[in-house]
């Protein structure tokens, strides 16, 4: 499928979301299966690790909801609001799926235990939480408990993948901010449950190269302009830094072997995975296919790929029959739309 040439503001942020949910449901069935030991995926599939049917999104999509939501309530950054969205989807299925929380990640378990019993509870539409017995908190003591949290838990160790698979709306919310803004709000979104630097900067990374895609509209940068970009930005990261500065030119990263790929739940595997499947393919369906199949936490590196490859094709771009075959796809579509409004809301504002 050739690139459209043209595609809307709207089109790219909605595209984004979709395209998080659509790549996470494909990717589920087949997560924690080794890579060459299942059929090949094409289309949604029965979920066995958890028995769900078939078009179910996991915690990958509820947590890009959970954060898109609070742009959507707040209108700006709120890590208050966003902690509150993410423990009432894990306490009371808050935008889950099957209206239960029934995947976590072990990091994004601990910190949000941490937060749950510090921090008041809020009431949601789709939630039946109730408020805890915490009064409203300041900013300042918000930023002595990320302090205390980050002294338990910002260490290398804690690099998983579970602040990059939800971090798309910071690059669709601050698409016309510098990228001196979009890394901030990565880095301080990322550090609610994942403080070490290399899950802010490679969440940082990716909003980037999503917001580019954005402010491109409504032409489409070609795949050499958005790997120029990846490669504009400095990793701090020694990891990161090392991984990616062996990709000197576009060729390097599309033509890598399948088998030099890993799509584990580290979380530089996760995005150098997510972005060999963008960079080595010419459609939203080829690329979701490709980096599906990899296995292992193949919902996430799904979702990963799902944001940028969404916001870069569009959302006409997504397979009819995979938007339509999402199970709640009016609790996706309704947050795309919303989403979107706000961020036309602020960018008339910042004019």
Known sequence: MATDASVTLESRIKGAIHGVAVGDALGGPVEFQRRGTFGK????????????????????????????????????????????????????GYLSVSDYCFDIGNLTLQTLGYWNSRLPRKNTNESSSSHSDHGPISDEALATLQTNLNKNFK????????????????????????????????????ELTHPYPTNGEACAAYCILVAYTLSSSPNTPSKQDMFAKFKEFQFDDPTLKSRFETYDTLADIRDRPEKNISSSGYVVNSLEAALWAFFSTDSYQEGCIRVVNLGDDADTVGAIYGGLAGAYYGLDAIPADWKEGLVKKEVVGRIADELYQVIIEREQQNQ
């Open 41 to 92: 995926v094409t289309g949604y599939q029965m979920n066995m690790n958890f028995n769900l049917p078939p078009g179910c999104w996991t915690d990958d999509t509820s947590m890009t909801l959970c954060l898109a939501q609070s742009f959507i309530t707040a209108r700006t950054f709120s890590a208050l609001d966003q902690l509150q969205n993410y423990i009432a989807w894990h306490k009371s």
């Open 155 to 190: 260490r290398s160790i804690f690099c998983g993948n579970g602040s990059l698979m939800r971090t798309v709306p910071i690059g669709l919310f601050y698409f016309s901010s510098s990228p001196e803004e979009i890394t901030k709000y990565s880095h301080l979104a990322s």
